[in-house]
C-alpha cells in the first residue's frame, strides 16, 4: 500500500568539526543521497525539489522559499532549478535554518511487475547555524515489511523489497558515515537500522493500520483543498459503488463514485500519483458538490459529471459506463495499492 503520511523514517546528524556546513555541501549530500536510492530505482526523475531559508531565531522571517522544482537525472545539475536556488541560498549571509527537501518517485516490485510511486521517498536535510545537519529519509511504501499495512503477509514483495532498502539504508551510512537512528515504532511499523522489524510474531501497533487511518488522511488532505461546505454527499457508505477513473495522459489518478444504496459519493485519489491525484480530486469533489445542490441522487450525479464538457487539466472520465465495487473499501484499496 502507499500512504499519504510516512511508513516509517531514519535520521543521520553530523556536526561541522571546523568552518560552516554551506547550503552547496546540504544539497551535494542531497544530491548524493539521491543517487544511492537512484541506484536502485527507489529514486527516479521526475520528482520535486524545495528549498527554504529562515531566520534562526524568528522562523517566521523566510528569506528564501523556492517549491515544486524538478528533478532530473542529475539532480545538481548546472542551470538546473535546484542549483539556482541553492545559490541563491548560498549569497545568504545570516545565522539561517537551511532546509532542502526532494520528493522521490521509485519503483517496487510485486512478481513480474513494477509499479511506480511519485512519492515512494523523501530526503529531508535541514542545516541549522551551518553547524548541525540533520538528514531524514522517509519511505511512504509499505513494500519493505513482512505484513502489509493491513495486516496480510507479503513474503515475495517483502524478498524482492527489502533488500533493496537495505543496501540504500547501508549506502547513505557510508557516505554520511554513521548509522541511521531509525525512527519510533509509529501506526503501521517499526523502523530499524537495516529497514523494518518483523512484525509477525508481535502484530502491528494497530489492527489494518491503513484502513483505520489513510482514509482519513486523504480525506483531511483533499477537504484542505477546497472551502468548507454542508452542501454534500456523505463520505461512508456500507453499499456496493459505481465509480469511474479519473485519467490524465494516460495515468491514472484516482476514482469518483458514488453509492448504489445511499446518500454517499465521493472521490477517492490514487496515492501512487502524489499530489496531481489530490489536486484534481478537489476539482472533482467541487464538481460532485454542485450536482449535490441541484438535488441529484449520488448515481444521478455520476451520470451528470460523465455529461459534463471535459475539462483535460483536471483528468478526464476513461470509461463509457460506470464500473462497479463490491464495495468502497475495496475501491478505496485499488486507489492505495496501485
Known amino acids: 500500500m ?17 568552518g560552516e ?36 531565531d524568528n522562523p517566521r522571517d ?11 537525472t542529475a539532480p545538481l545539475a548546472p542551470q538546473s532549478a535546484l542549483a539556482q536556488a541553492v545559490a541563491q541560498a548560498e549569497a545568504l549571509d545570516g545565522n539561517f535554518i537551511v532546509i532542502i527537501r526532494i520528493e522521490c518517485p521509485g519503483l517496487w516490485l510485486e512478481p513480474g ?15 541549522w547555524g551551518g553547524k548541525l545537519l540533520a538528514v531524514t529519509l522517509d519511505t511512504y511504501s509499505d513494500a519493505w515489511l513482512t505484513r502489509d499495512t493491513r495486516d496480510r503477509e507479503q513474503p515475495e514483495v517483502y524478498a524482492a523489497n527489502a533488500p533493496r532498502l537495505a543496501a540504500a539504508l547501508q549506502g547513505i551510512s557510508a557516505l554520511l558515515g554513521s548509522a541511521p537512528t ?34 482519513l488522511n486523504r480525506a483531511s488532505l483533499l477537504q484542505s483543498r477546497i472551502p468548507q461546505s454542508e452542501d454534500e454527499y456523505e ?8 465509480y469511474f477513473t479519473i485519467q490524465r495522459d494516460g495515468r491514472t489518478l484516482g476514482f469518483v463514485w458514488a453509492s448504489v444504496g445511499d446518500a454517499a459519493a465521493g472521490y477517492f485519489p490514487r496515492t501512487a500519483a502524489g499530489d496531481d491525484a489530490f489536486d484534481v480530486g478537489a476539482d472533482w469533489l467541487l ?32 470509461e463509457d459506463t460506470p464500473q462497479e465495487a463490491s464495495s468502497s473499501d475495496v475501491l478505496e484499496e485499488l486507489s492505495g495499492r496501485y
Do not use: C
Open 2 to 18: 502507499i500512504s499519504s503520511t510516512p511508513i516509517g523514517d531514519w535520521t543521520w546528524e553530523l556536526t561541522a568539526d571546523s
Open 21 to 56: 556546513i554551506r547550503p552547496t555541501r546540504a544539497a551535494q549530500i542531497a544530491a548524493a543521497i539521491w543517487n544511492e536510492l537512484a541506484e536502485r530505482e527507489l529514486a527516479l526523475p521526475g520528482g520535486k525539489a524545495n528549498v527554504r531559508v529562515m531566520d534562526r
Open 62 to 72: 523566510v528569506h528564501l522559499d523556492v517549491k515544486d522544482m524538478r528533478v532530473g
Open 113 to 127: 511487475f513494477k509499479y511506480r510511486a511519485e512519492k515512494l521517498f523523501a530526503i529531508h536535510l535541514e542545516v
Open 182 to 215: 531509525p525512527g519510533d515504532e509509529n501506526r503501521y511499523a517499526a523502523p530499524s537500522e537495516t529497514g523494518f522489524k518483523d512484525l509477525r510474531n508481535e502484530g502491528p501497533a494497530y489492527d489494518d493500520s491503513w484502513g483505520t487511518f489513510e482514509g
Open 235 to 242: 463520505q461512508v457508505t456500507e453499499h456496493p459503488v459505481r
Open 287 to 318: 464538481a460532485l458538490r454542485e450536482a449535490h445542490g441541484q438535488g441529484l441522487a449520488p448515481l444521478a450525479a455520476l451520470d451528470w459529471l460523465a455529461k459534463q464538457p471535459t475539462r483535460p487539466e483536471i483528468g478526464v472520465i476513461s
